[in-house]
């Protein structure tokens, strides 16, 4: 089950992104900074493996740009983050914690994060965003602090551009060596079962660790 929603994600991506050129990674971006779980770590690889032209010509595109790539990224960064980000700083606490729970947010990230704004003020935000999963949600904690927006939308874009930069081209080098090194493909479907087993043990891990918590939680009530 967990291959094929991995698959069905894959496929998903791969069509918006296909399809609609650079606004789909815009788009798709501002879906994950928006904290619905579309993982930027395939987002981001794909698009840079479409700035070669033989891979882009199998999907009837003409090749991306490396630099628009990462551009387009960080554009959505931005775009997404102004939903989480309102969220916070019109609902507050209150709200983040009675849904936080939807995107797997417990009381206790949302403690940290308060203390991490407390530690770092608002290069809290340009950290976050070069880091996996926390970029994710950042923005809720940042509306929660009443960042300014305008140092809020810097911020975001100035730590989202290396990272998709980043991604894209691992992309574009993976896709590289996959058209023209026949031995990447017969090693990557050797381990693929390797990394199917990790992610799903993560994923069960992350899941299970949460839901005990929420339990301990109600506990103490």
Known sequence: MIADIIAALSAFI???????????????MAIESACIPLPSEVIMPFSG?????????????????????????AIGCNVGSVL???IG????RPVVEKYGAYILLSKRELEWADHFFLRHGSAAV???????VIRTFIALPAGMARMPRLRFHVYTFVGSFPWCLMLAYVGRVLGD??????RLKTWFHRFDAVILAVIVIGAVWFVWSR???RIRAEEKL
């Not at 700083?89 to 507050?92: E, L, N, R």
């Open 14 to 28: 791969i069509s918006v992104i296909s399809r609609m050129g650079y606004p789909g990674i815009v788009l798709l």
């Open 49 to 73: 493996a479409l700035t070669i032209p033989s891979i882009a010509a199998q999907y009837g595109r003409e090749p991306f740009t490396l630099f628009l790539v990462s551009l387009c990224g």
């Open 84 to 86: 989480a980000y309102e």
């Open 89 to 92: 700083y019109y609902g507050g």
């Open 126 to 132: 340009l950290i976050s965003r070069m880091l996996p």
């Open 177 to 182: 060596r996959w058209e023209t090194d026949p």
């Open 211 to 213: 839901w005990q918590h």
